[in-house]
């Protein structure tokens, strides 16, 4: 190696040069920029849209027109009834189905627990048109069980709760059973404390997947009832409604805000289950 | 010791543990994917009131047409897009982060918080933004001489979704990205620097390198996002337009099958997505199992 200093000193790479965090701060700036301009728009009267003022009047009431121009109440409620619907039946059907695959013996489970990684990726976008036709023929259409049972059956939940159900000693499994245990004491007092942190990471990937969804609600619901947030907010600021961009600002925050406190209040758990649901 | 363990009385129990989440995947995979495949084959004549076997027809008449081709070049564009871009930024960001000291915990929330926001409202955003008339990126871009609309424009267009999409993105590959930098042993880097190499060249050697699996994961898992989970933010900004060059396929899928009502073209491309999906996922696992290995 032809380098004229024989070694770097050390705080070269253990702290960084007051340069670098500048830089890294104005990286972190720009690409943070979307949700800051929404901010200003929202809390600003809108003839400040594009003008900068650091004394411009804050102002609350673009989120007041954009509560009385749609009903965001009832958006609240209904995304609320969805991702509390569709977690609770995901944490009853993967576990049932994890604790199967993970502990039973039956012919043709790996033909089966294929058919469920396979899904991992078929979203319901890749068969919308087929599976709107069979929401149709069910009657459940506009419903928020529509919007949620097809996910019901999440291959990431079986996935991620038959690994955890496989690391789990079968001693514990066989003390429960001496003490008089059936199966679903066996499930509920062994196996589900002890995957614990799998349903929280598992938990908080659902919550915020389902929060966020768009195709599917957007096709199966077409009233003000079933629709969830996203879809709400879609139907608000569609461009041709003509909204004011302020009021749509104000919306968009509305809708984003309970996340986006979540993601502040749960910061290390969320991290943690993104990494923990990605790799496994 | 382990031979036979008849763990549970009754036969029965395993299939009724697993009754539900085969129930639900029959009604909503099995039967959609068997229909789609079905009716991929057949077509429907102009009243929808019959329909005949026209074999693979559907298919050869996509694989002819000029509008699906073009869908296909334009989401792989999008997708390789968007991939790098998201990609090479939150390497970027992470590789700072990583040697941060201080502030590291409001950087990381700052740059986590774009995953909390839905891609149709990461859409809405970027829609004002980049709006020509009123937004406020066009503004500026005009002080500099750049007419900037994509509502004209198709490569403008291409470029506000590619932003758009990895943008959200970027939070995602970020965490991994940190959490990979993190695993490496600071002793390595030491040692380097020591040789006297720079930073630069440290990263090249010894980082990058290291890093390959996370960056080889990050990878499929931003195709898969690009292609397929993409659609509330085309929907809210470009609507596949201006002259379909920002159509990605399962827009297509979704404009064709309820726009156009075409079902047996919509089938077909259903099954073709589904393909896709079905080897970006063997990739997948076959790069997990070599992972868990390794």
């Not at chain 2, 995947?25 to 077509?43: K, M, V």
């Amino acid at each position: 190696m032809n380098t004229t200093t024989p070694y770097a000193p050390r705080d070269r790479f253990v702290s960084i040069s007051s340069l670098e965090t500048v830089a890294a701060w104005l990286l972190a700036i720009i690409w943070i920029f979307p949700l800051l301009y929404a901010f200003w728009a929202a809390f600003h009267p809108s003839e400040f849209m594009v003008n900068f003022e650091l004394f411009a009047p804050l102002t609350l009431e673009n989120f007041a027109n954009a509560w009385s121009q749609a009903p965001f109440a009832r958006y609240y409620l209904n995304t609320f009834a969805l991702v509390t619907g569709v977690v609770i039946g995901q944490f009853v059907v993967c576990t049932l189905a994890a604790f199967a695959f993970a502990r039973f013996p039956i012919p043709g489970k790996n033909v089966l627990f294929m058919l469920v990684l396979i899904q991992l990726f078929v979203f319901p976008e890749v068969l919308i048109v087929e599976n709107y036709r069979i929401a149709s023929e069910l009657g459940l259409i506009n419903t928020i069980t529509g919007i949620g049972l097809p996910y019901v059956a999440s291959a990431l939940g079986i996935f991620l709760l038959r690994q955890t159900f496989k690391t789990i000693p079968r001693e514990l499994e066989d003390a429960a059973r001496i003490e008089g245990c059936n199966w679903l004491e066996i499930l509920w007092k062994v196996y589900v404390p002890l995957a614990k942190p799998t349903y929280l990471a598992y938990g908080l990937v659902s919550i915020s997947h389902h929060w966020n969804n768009f195709i599917w609600p957007l096709v199966v619901t077409n009233s003000v009832e079933s629709r969830p947030l996203t879809v709400g907010l879609g139907v608000f600021s569609a461009p041709e409604t003509g909204v004011n961009w302020a009021t749509v600002s104000a919306a968009t925050l509305l809708s984003i805000a309970p996340l986006l406190v979540a993601f502040l209040l749960f910061q290390r758990q969320f991290v943690q289950s993104f990494l923990r649901a990605g790799i496994r | 010791m382990q031979t036979k363990r008849m763990t549970f009385p009754g036969r029965w129990l395993p299939f009724a543990l697993l009754a539900p989440q085969v129930i639900v995947t029959l009604i909503f995979f099995i039967w959609p994917a068997g229909q789609a495949l079905y009716q991929s084959l057949l077509r429907e004549d102009a009243f929808g009131l019959r329909s005949t076997f026209v074999g693979l027809e559907n298919f050869a008449r996509l694989f002819r047409d000029g509008s699906y081709l073009n869908s296909m070049s334009v989401t792989a564009i999008f997708a390789v897009g968007t991939t790098l871009v998201s990609m090479s930024v939150a390497l970027l960001l992470a590789s700072t982060v990583n040697r941060m000291i201080r502030s590291r915990s409001t950087y990381t929330t700052l740059l986590v918080w774009p995953y909390a926001i839905a891609p149709a409202i990461a859409g809405v955003l970027w829609w004002f933004i980049f709006n020509p008339s009123i937004g406020i990126v066009p503004y500026m871009l005009e002080m500099v001489g750049y007419q900037w609309n994509h509502r004209n424009s198709g490569s403008d267009a291409m470029l506000l979704v590619i932003l758009a999409a990895a943008w959200k993105q970027i939070s995602y590959n970020f965490l991994f990205f940190l959490a990979g930098l993190q695993s490496i042993p600071q002793s390595l880097i030491e040692a380097a620097s020591i040789d006297g190499a720079s930073p630069f060249k440290r990263f090249w050697t010894i980082i990058f390198p290291l890093l390959s699996p996370t960056t080889f994961f990050l990878m499929v898992v931003n195709v898969v996002y690009a292609m397929f989970d993409t659609f509330g933010i085309i929907h809210a900004t470009t609507q596949g337009g201006p002259a379909q060059s920002t159509n990605i396929l399962v827009y297509k899928v979704y404009a064709d099958g309820f726009v156009g009502l075409n079902l047996g073209s919509s089938a077909a491309q259903s099954v073709i997505l589904m393909v896709i999906v079905v080897v970006l996922t063997v990739i997948q696992f076959r790069f997990i199992e070599r992972r868990v290995n390794y």
